[in-house]
């Protein structure tokens, strides 16, 4: 009578997915019966294992023995309740061999839990646990395993309450703002996820949580409360990789500032002395040496048994006091060993031998959204924002430190076209929720490789196409130590393209002219004057301003006097100034800022500061005075608050005729058409205006005209679906259908309703058809035709499921396709072990069956809308089966040499491909080993 109707349904689905792999299907019963013995146990744990992490090899005899040992032990299964303590099952299941090779598994421990519940359920006749749906598999969504002292505090991260101070595993940027908001004290022990970079951001920042306790918390007067990095030895090396090109910059061998300074600047005797300038701020020992490494952090490895045990002060524990441990206050020591060890995916923590709790590790960190990023608003603005022809759009105006702001950086505009400096995580993302596409933002400044500074721009990677790189040399291969450190991908350089600028000589970028010089900071850092049309922005970037130094450096040979000259007076000549101030000695005090005369402080905008204080102290005859602020100004972040440079109506008109030029030209279905085609069907463009709601077009009308988005938000909507199934944003187009000679082909295929206000620029058919070539009519008729069916085949296929990928670049994939191939009936398509097919590619069916088989038997049928072959795209490594046509089947065929030029121009597309192809390599190796 335990076994409920709901049980049986979901005994019967468990059954259907094993299909063969179980033999004899399991039974819910066999749990309740008066003599259940441990092997009915794990034959049904087993089984639901497999169907809820999607990998059936775990059903082996092994396996089913290893489980059934463990559930024959004393006190682990009651007849009235089932297993007794799941959590010390799962410890205890951790540490058998076979759990090793399923360690990629993501949730592992999350699933097992769940089937514990489930089977507690049918023995206990309770109802079965929320989330008990077989079809959520693998990407299920259930939260990461803990137990214990064990909780979440944000994406990504985790926190063990030891007696010895809170550990938190996982360091994703800002965390220490994560404590402070929440008026927490920020962990001191750090431990490092398995992976710490997922989608361009790092899990293991912990550049901020060591300069806070060293800076904030004194670990400079007293070194235990430095902080403590643990993780396996080659991620540490890593993380003290990052930290030496952070905190002491790059080393003499990798500066290159002599070699930068142009020949006339070098020829007036401009000099920068780097090394004399930095050991002027540099922190120092007691002899006068500059400190090393071991002065800010402790870094301990993992031994060969994935275990590291450190030494804390016994302290309160960070919980509520009914979660304590009974003898948390009953120890003889004031001292308490903290072990942290790995076994089969699962970290454990324990104090003084007992374990405290424990943490699934195969759940990799999220992937980077606006959650990381709370400081962004979720929604876009109306009506919709148009970038301005020369300005400044903040992003964020604060420091590491600030919980409440985000780091500075922001966007300089030039002809509507951005320059990301210093980009926060999540600035690309937010500016394409505000109608900025990712194409018109393709070009990154970096002043310097503070994570303050740079965490933002490995994201930057997979938010569209290939991006520039702007800065100097020495900061550029200093960055690129970082970002291979950080990522694990050794050519990650070859991601992005690269402008090495000069120091003392005009460069134009963007149809702008950029001068460059070093500020004066710890590690090598650059600030920059832009000039655009008569006009100039200026950015001081991180340095410490003040004139009085800079004068006693000069007596003291540190600068020679044209060096003083341009720290002085580099910025201050531009129409928009931005400058930074923060705490001494390393940045510029609000004090010495204010005694900048007014004219100067009009067009000042101070970052890197979370607030202007009323009144300054300032010494004057030996005797300290109090001096009013005034004519100080933090700027507000946002694009609704864009700064706008004043322009003439003359530059602003050849502004917006330039942008739309550059959008027509960027279009994907025009970028092929020759010069004076485009410059034809450029004049033939109009526009049109349509108002929140308004309808564009409808489907099943005669397309009669190509629209390209020019601002705005505009919704798609098919037939049988009430949600829109794309929102389209500045930059994309629609309507491609009018491009068609053939007009009886060209037909509207969804209906296009404005979700905003919106400006559109349109080409009419019968201007356009005359002109048109026909290799666009063949190219338009392949996005046309394969697009929706490639848009359903990749949502649903690993790894391309995973990339988010845009309606572009779904159309660029349609484009590509070289060929559809007809198979005939029990035709070999390729040969397991087959290497040296040219061209190598993947198939998608479009009509037919394909049958997979490996070793002589049949691994799957693959039906239509799916695809095989996929791993030939990214490896040169053998086919790992071999595919014969079941029956006459129409395939769609993308070459390898397509795919390449899909990839060298969606950097983040390859970026992703190379951690998911990684994945899914070391599963096959697994699986070849277990076979």
Not at 116 to 128: A, F
Request: proline fraction near 6%.
């Amino acid at each position: 009578n335990k076994i409920t109707s709901t049980m049986k349904e979901l005994e019967r689905e468990i059954n259907e997915r094993l299909g063969t792999l179980s033999k004899p299907p399991i039974s819910f019963a066999s749990l309740v019966a008066p003599n259940v013995s441990a092997s009915s146990y794990a034959y049904v744990f087993v089984s639901m294992v497999a169907v809820y992490t999607s990998y059936p090899i775990i059903i082996t005899p092994d396996a089913i023995d290893k489980c059934t040992t463990l559930f024959s032990e004393p006190g682990m299964i009651s007849n009235e309740t089932g297993v007794t303590d799941p959590d010390a099952f799962i410890v205890k299941l951790s540490t058998m061999p076979f759990i090793n090779s399923l360690t990629d598994i993501r949730g592992l421990y999350a699933h097992v839990r769940l089937v514990l519940y489930i089977m507690n359920g049918v023995v206990g006749g309770s109802p079965l646990p929320a989330g008990h749906d077989v079809g959520r598999l693998h990407e299920s969504g259930l939260p990461p395993y803990t137990s214990g002292h064990v909780e979440a505090k944000e994406p990504g991260s985790f926190l063990f309450h030891s007696i010895g101070g809170d550990v938190q595993v996982g360091i994703p940027p800002e965390t220490i703002k994560t404590s402070l908001k929440k008026k927490h004290d920020v962990p001191q022990v750090y431990f490092l996820p398995p992976v710490f970079c997922v989608g361009g951001v790092s899990y293991g920042e912990v550049e901020f949580p060591i300069y806070f306790h060293y800076f904030i918390n004194k670990a400079f007067l007293d070194p235990a409360k430095r902080i403590v990095v643990i993780g396996h030895e080659t991620h540490v090396q890593r993380i003290k990789n990052i930290f030496q090109e952070s905190f002491f910059g790059p080393a003499l061998e990798h500066q290159y500032i002599d070699e930068e300074i142009s020949k006339q600047r070098r020829d007036q005797g401009y000099r920068v002395d780097f090394p004399a300038e930095r050991n002027s701020l540099a922190d120092k020992r007691t002899d006068g040496t500059e400190l090393g490494m071991e002065a800010f952090a402790e870094f301990v490895a993992l031994d060969s048994s994935n275990s590291a045990t450190i030494t804390r002060k016994r302290t309160k524990r960070n919980i509520p006091d009914g979660a304590r441990h009974a003898d948390d206050h009953e120890a003889s020591s004031d001292e308490v060993q903290v072990r942290i060890c790995i076994q089969g995916g699962l970290v454990q923590f324990l104090e003084d031998g007992v374990l405290r709790g424990s943490l699934d590790l195969t759940v990799p960190p999220p992937r980077p959204n606006l959650d990381l990023t709370p400081h962004f608003p979720r929604t876009p603005i109306s009506p919709p924002f148009r970038p301005p022809t020369f300005g400044v759009t903040f992003l964020g105006t604060s420091h590491g430190f600030d919980p409440h702001g985000a780091t500075t950086g922001f966007v300089v505009w030039i002809n509507g076209k951005g320059m990301l400096v210093d980009p926060p995580i999540g600035s690309v993302e937010y500016l394409n929720l505000q109608g900025v596409p990712a194409r018109d933002i393709s070009t990154v400044l970096l002043t310097h490789c503070h994570s303050d500074h740079d965490a933002g721009i490995l994201q930057t990677l997979l938010q569209g196409e290939k991006f520039t790189l702007v800065t100097t040399r020495t900061v550029a291969e200093s960055y690129l130590r970082k970002a291979k450190a950080i990522s694990g991908i050794e050519d990650i350089g070859t991601y992005y393209d690269k402008i090495h600028v000069p120091i003392g000589q005009r460069i134009k970028i963007l149809g702008a002219e950029f001068e460059f010089d070093y500020s004066y900071h710890v590690i090598p850092t650059c600030r920059f004057k832009v000039h655009y049309r008569g006009r100039s922005i200026a950015y001081s970037a991180d340095t410490l301003y003040d004139p009085r130094r800079y004068a006693r450096l000069h007596d003291q040979g540190v600068i020679n006097m044209l060096r003083e000259a341009s720290l002085r007076m580099f910025v201050f000549d531009a129409d928009l100034i931005i400058h930074e101030s923060g705490v001494p000695p390393i940045h510029t005090e609000v004090s010495i800022l204010n005694e900048l005369p007014m004219s100067v402080k009009d067009k000042l905008n101070i970052v890197h500061c979370h607030q202007i204080a009323k009144t300054v102290t300032r010494t004057v005859d030996g005797a300290p005075v109090q001096i009013h602020v005034e004519g100080l100004k933090i700027p507000f972040t946002g694009v609704e608050h864009t700064l706008e440079v004043k322009m003439s109506p003359f530059d602003e008109g050849r502004s917006t005729e330039f942008r739309r030029f550059a959008l027509f030209c960027e279009n994907i279905f025009l970028q092929k058409i020759t010069p004076s085609t485009a410059c034809r069907l450029f004049t033939a463009l109009e526009e049109q205006t349509v108002s929140e709601g308004e309808v564009v077009v409808t489907i099943g009308d005669v397309a009669d005209k190509f629209y390209l988005i020019e601002s705005g938000h505009l919704d798609v909507f098919v037939p049988n679906e009430t949600k829109p199934v794309r929102t389209l944003r500045a930059g994309d187009s629609f309507g491609e259908n009018a491009l068609y000679k053939n007009l009886e082909l060209a037909k509207r295929s969804a209906t296009v309703v404005a979700r905003s206000q919106a400006c559109l620029l349109y080409l009419e058919y019968s201007r356009a058809v005359s002109i048109l070539s026909a290799s666009l009519d063949e190219e338009l008729q392949k996005v046309g035709r394969f697009s929706p069916w490639i848009t359903s085949v990749l949502s649903t296929t690993f790894p391309f499921s995973s990339l988010m990928m845009t309606k572009e670049q779904i159309d660029v994939i349609a484009a590509h396709i070289d060929q559809e191939l007809v198979v005939g009936t029990s035709e070999v398509i390729f040969l397991e072990g087959q290497k040296d097919e040219v061209p190598r590619s993947m198939y998608i069916i479009m009509s037919g069956s394909v049958l997979l088989s490996r070793g002589g038997k049949d691994l799957k049928v693959l039906k239509q809308g799916q695809c095989f072959g996929e791993l030939s795209l990214f490896t040169d490594m053998a086919r790992t089966a071999s595919a014969r046509a079941l029956e006459e089947t129409v395939l769609l065929e993308v070459t390898k040499q397509a795919f390449d030029s899909i990839l060298n121009r969606y950097q983040h597309i390859r970026f992703n491909l190379n951690q998911l192809m990684q994945q899914r390599m070391d599963e096959i190796h697994r699986l070849q080993d277990v076979n």
